[in-house]
């Protein structure tokens, strides 16, 4: 099945800065929604995005919905500890089967 | 808590056996997903039902099936297990309603180890 392109992989950085990652699909989507997945459990949505340039905040966190339809980001500003986790990027065309980012692998440096 | 359940939360099992996974979707859902997730691996997307009906398949083997019963819940299915399916299964829930806003609520998951 169709996977997005997630980057970057993994990601090593100090607690208090900021983090960036973004996932580009090949089809134009209507749909783009954000997890994090700590280890042995279900990804959490965090964020959900609906219209072509949307920004929406979730305390630390933001995403936006790329103006091409095609593509989305997420930023964490001031990383903490607990943000340490696998964060993923789903997207859907027809609001009904969504595809999977790879995956991008959070590690933060106390 | 996202309102989806999943039983069991851990399943060993040996190889060529059969087992079934249960998922019970966030109130008022329609829509119930699986995905399987091998290790260090993405989501992979198996299947859905809506209000009892198959709507969309993705990488399901032919091993597997899955059902959507009266009051939402829903199985899966997996058959003639072999080591290569051990993984995380989840469940997934969403409401589906024509012209909606998605969103898919995602279970704790199934750990399955096949010995």
């Known amino acids: 099945g169709q996977q997005l392109n997630q980057s970057p992989q993994s990601m090593f950085i100090q607690e208090g800065e900021d983090v960036s990652m973004n996932c580009t699909s090949s089809s134009i989507f209507n749909t783009w929604l954000w997890y994090k997945q700590d280890p042995g459990e279900g990804p959490v949505l965090l964020i959900a995005?609906?219209?072509?340039?949307e920004l929406t905040s979730n305390g630390r966190l933001t995403a936006q919905f790329g103006i091409t339809r095609k593509d989305s980001f997420l930023n964490i500003s001031a990383s903490i500890p607990s943000d340490v986790g696998i964060y993923f990027c789903?997207?859907?065309?027809?609001?009904?089967?969504?595809?999977f980012g790879t995956g991008t692998s959070l590690t933060v440096i106390p | 808590d996202s309102g989806v359940t999943q039983t069991p939360k851990h399943l060993i099992t040996a190889t060529g056996q059969r087992v079934t996974l249960r998922c019970s979707p966030r109130s008022g859902d329609l829509s119930v997903y699986w995905y399987q997730q091998s290790l260090d691996q993405g989501l992979q997307f198996l299947i859905q039902?809506?209000?009892?009906?198959?709507?969309a398949k993705g990488n399901i083997l032919e091993r597997f099936s899955a059902q959507q019963f009266p009051d939402l819940h829903s199985e899966l299915n997996l058959s003639s297990l072999e080591l290569g399916d051990s993984a995380l299964y989840f469940c997934?829930?969403?409401?589906?309603?024509?012209?909606?806003?998605?969103?898919?609520?995602f279970g704790p998951g199934t750990r399955l180890l096949v010995l």
């Open positions: 997934a829930s969403s409401l589906s309603i024509a012209g909606g806003r998605e969103t898919q609520y």
């Open positions: 039902y809506y209000n009892g009906e198959e709507r």
């Open positions: 995005l609906y219209k072509a340039g």
């Open positions: 789903a997207g859907s065309s027809t609001g009904n089967q969504f595809y």
